[in-house]
Antibody, heavy 119, light 107 residues
Framework: QVQLVEAGGSLVKPGGSLRLSCAASGFTFSDHYMSWIRQAPGKGLEWISYISSKDNTLYYADSVQGRFTISRDNAKNSLYLEMNSLRAEDTAVYYC????????????WGQGTLVTVSS | DIQMTQSPASLSASVGDRVTITCRPGQNIYTYLNWYQQKPRKAPKLLIFAASNLQSGVPSRFSGSGSGTDFTLTISSLQPEDFATYYCQQSYSFPETFGQGTKVEIK
């Protein structure tokens, strides 16, 4: 069955860095685009970054552009999010989500990993 | 960026009620509109994709309609397990954007 498992969330100081990972299983990872979507405590969903399945087309939300970097390793069935210059407003649960090209939607989500930015 | 205006922000309803949630994007997004359900401390779950297509395994009491700038999610007969927060999302252009959510509570 399809599984997405995020890891790497923790407490980090403002200005610090963190790398999240998302391990995919149960499907052909290289057939799907992937995104990171976050949710601040008590708030709604915010899409933050996209990576295409094979040609490394990337998109970022303005809120993270220049600070976060999305990447993937299709050989390892893994998605990553490198986060630098972290701010308090980056505190959120970070979800990885599998995209479907035919229809443009996210049909599977991981359970999320919590990133807390605080001194 | 395409702003997604979802209404109402919250509603109270009883089991068996028909519930309608509206989502209005700030520009024409054709049918690039998806609906998700989220329960507390859980990941979102896809309900409807491309405006009106029911995701596999989702009960048929959920339906979606609309195109362009006016979309609706309908729950035909609310069940206890449907009390949750619902989000619309546009996938027409980047940055992808979500509505602010509609919390469906028990009356």
């Amino acid at each position: 069955q399809v599984q997405l498992v995020e890891a790497g969330g923790s407490l980090v100081k403002p200005g610090g860095s963190l790398r999240l990972s998302c391990a995919a299983s149960g499907f052909t990872f290289s057939d799907h685009y992937m995104s990171w979507i976050r949710q601040a405590p008590g708030k709604g969903l915010e899409w933050i970054s996209y990576i295409s399945s094979k040609d490394n087309t990337l998109y970022y939300a303005d809120s993270v552009q220049g600070r976060f970097t999305i990447s993937r390793d299709n050989a390892k069935n893994s998605l990553y999010l490198e986060m630098n210059s972290l701010r308090a407003e980056d505190t959120a649960v970070y979800y990885c989500a599998r995209g479907q090209y035919s229809g443009s939607y996210y049909d599977y989500w991981g359970q999320g990993t919590l990133v807390t930015v605080s001194s | 960026d395409i702003q997604m205006t979802q209404s109402p922000a919250s509603l109270s309803a009883s089991v068996g009620d028909r519930v309608t949630i509206t989502c209005r994007p700030g520009q024409n997004i054709y049918t690039y509109l998806n609906w998700y359900q989220q329960k507390p401390r859980k990941a979102p779950k896809l309900l409807i994709f491309a405006a009106s297509n029911l995701q596999s395994g989702v009960p048929s009491r959920f339906s979606g309609s609309g195109s362009g700038t006016d979309f609706t999610l309908t729950i035909s007969s609310l069940q206890p397990e449907d009390f949750a927060t619902y989000y619309c999302q546009q996938s027409y252009s980047f940055p992808e954007t979500f509505g602010q959510g509609t919390k469906v509570e028990i009356k």
